[in-house]
């Protein structure tokens, strides 16, 4: 496991106004996503609105915290601050189970572990301040 | 009754490098001066311009080239998808009796002065989104976003490392053929592309795309005002863009692999009166080695899932059944945002590609791709 919080990577504004509800679930240990009580969507990534439809009132809503990996790469070459002084690394994108909906997070592991259809659990790293990102991490067993 | 298509009337390039050691402008007014040339027109009859987003601008080339009454500009905001999504504006533009000629240009340092990474912050669109839920977690560049793509197209369809390499070895076998091509004289094997330094797994260095220095441009009139061109006049048949399903976001479009040309080239073909099949040659984006297998699917001219045999049995290779690129592409030509491709498809339909003529060529068709797959198509003709 790497310790993200030990580099300077960027750092998301957690008081985006579209975001901030993610932000709080990761704080609270789980994901979160919008939903709209008109159409019963799960909106991801985040947008203002329903798709299509105009309501504002969404609500977040809690989601599992496991998946499946979709697909990836394993990055060697990046300009990112605190990122270049880790490569190679691996960026997932994981299948939630139940709800369609896939999330990117830093994969938390040996990226020659990387198996399409990997069972994933999210963790999620304190960077301080109040941020804490959405890694991925090889589910128990 | 007079003829209003609107064709390309010149073209015009400068010398493709890594460090052109003049200014975007300077490059620019260069290949404006030879696309004028081209046409057999003079400055004064340029009265619209189309700039790319990022370099110089309409104003540069009106103070450039003296233009006294410059009556249309307009920019395209769709990355590397803009020059072919312009020719179509310009057409418009010039059907509708607003311009006589309009001149599409892009012109960068994109070695030496502004690389893709300052480029991209200026232009991606879903800032928020990227800024948000991407760079944090070390996602950033297009060769890591489209790396998503091929990855999981590996899974889908079982496409090959070695068929990506196909397409990397058939652009360098191409650019062999083109002494204007930065990879001229270097060709590459089979082993040099599996060594090739890691970038975004799965793209390794001679999956991406160089990085140039340069400029082009293209000159749309209509057909009844260019009675006197030097050159065979080659006809816009059709042209569209299209736009991806969940623009600003590749990670969670429902139908992982569709792209704006999925929804382009449909209509730009149908305009045309064409099918795929009737296509002699195809100017591929090819910003890395996978999404010309991509776009070859997804403009039709093979069934989804079976673009890497495509490219593999050669079929994408001068001689072949569909040459694609033949002056190297953006992976071993150069990288002027694809307005290359333009230039090389008007080459190529006025039969004056030299030793990369492909034969007979009356139908070429040009896709654009940009930011995060969106897409534009033109077919071409003579």
Not at chain 1, 4 to 19: G, M, N, V, Y
Not at chain 1, 111 to 137: C, I, N, Q, S, Y
Not at chain 2, 238 to 262: K, P, Q, Y
């Amino acid at each position: 496991m790497i310790d993200l919080a030990t580099l300077d990577i960027p750092r998301p504004d957690i008081t985006d106004r579209d975001l901030a509800g993610f932000w709080e679930g990761t704080a609270a240990g789980e994901l979160r996503v919008p939903r709209s009580r008109v159409t019963g969507e799960y909106i991801w990534p985040p947008r203002p609105s329903a798709v299509g439809v105009p309501d504002f009132d969404l609500e977040w809503v809690g989601v599992p915290s496991t998946g499946t990996l979709f697909t990836w790469t394993v990055v060697h070459q990046t300009g990112l601050q605190g990122y270049s002084g880790i490569t190679p690394y691996g960026v997932a994108v994981v299948q939630l189970d139940d709800v369609p909906v896939r999330m990117v997070g830093f994969a938390d592991f040996d990226p020659a572990e990387l198996k399409a259809g990997m069972a994933l659990t999210a963790g999620f790293a304190d960077l301080g301040d109040g941020v804490h990102l959405l890694v991925w991490r090889k589910s128990e067993g | 009754m007079s003829d209003t298509a609107a064709i390309i009337a010149g073209i015009g390039q400068t010398d493709f490098s890594k460090a052109s050691g003049r200014s975007v402008q300077q490059l620019a007014l260069e290949a404006a001066f030879a696309a004028i040339e081209d046409a057999g027109l003079k400055p004064s009859d340029i009265d619209g311009l189309m700039p790319y987003k990022i370099g110089p601008t309409s104003e540069d080339l009106i103070a450039g080239l003296g233009l006294e009454d410059v009556r249309f500009t307009n920019v395209s905001h769709m990355g590397g998808a803009s020059p072919v999504a312009s020719l179509r504006t310009a057409a418009l533009a010039v059907q509708a009796g607003i311009a006589n000629a309009v001149m599409v240009f892009v012109a960068r340092n994109g070695r030496s002065g502004a690389r893709v990474a300052a480029r991209l912050s200026a232009q991606v669109p879903g800032t928020s989104l990227r800024e948000g839920l991407e760079q944090p977690v070390g996602l950033s560049t297009p060769a890591q976003w489209y790396a998503l793509f091929a990855r999981r197209h590996m899974i889908e369809y079982g496409t090959t490392r070695e068929q990506l390499g196909a397409v990397a070895i058939t652009m360098r076998n191409h650019a062999l053929l083109n002494p204007e091509a930065m990879m001229y004289g270097r060709p590459l094997t089979m082993d040099e592309y599996r060594n090739s330094k890691p970038i975004a797994d799965p793209y390794l260095m001679f999956d991406c795309c160089l990085e140039t220095d340069g400029a082009c441009a293209v000159i749309v009139t209509r057909a009844d005002r260019a009675d006197s061109l030097p050159h065979k006049a080659v006809r816009i048949a059709g042209v569209a863009e299209g736009h991806a399903d969940n623009a600003d976001d590749i990670v969670n479009r429902r139908d992982f692999f569709n792209l704006g040309l999925t929804k382009a080239a449909p209509r730009a073909f149908a305009q045309a009166g064409l099918a795929p099949s009737d296509v002699d040659l195809a100017l591929i984006y090819d910003c890395f080695t996978f999404e010309v297998i991509q776009q070859l699917e997804e403009a039709g001219f093979v069934a989804r899932g079976e673009g890497g045999a495509f490219v593999e049995e050669g079929n994408i290779a001068l001689g072949g059944s569909l040459p694609v690129n033949p002056h190297g592409g953006l992976l071993s030509q150069g990288h002027i945002a694809g307005i290359n491709h333009i230039v090389e498809a008007v080459v190529q339909l006025r039969g004056a590609a030299g030793d990369r003529q492909v034969a007979d060529a009356e139908v070429a068709a040009v896709t654009g791709w940009g930011d995060l797959g969106d897409g534009s198509l033109a077919i071409l003709t003579v």
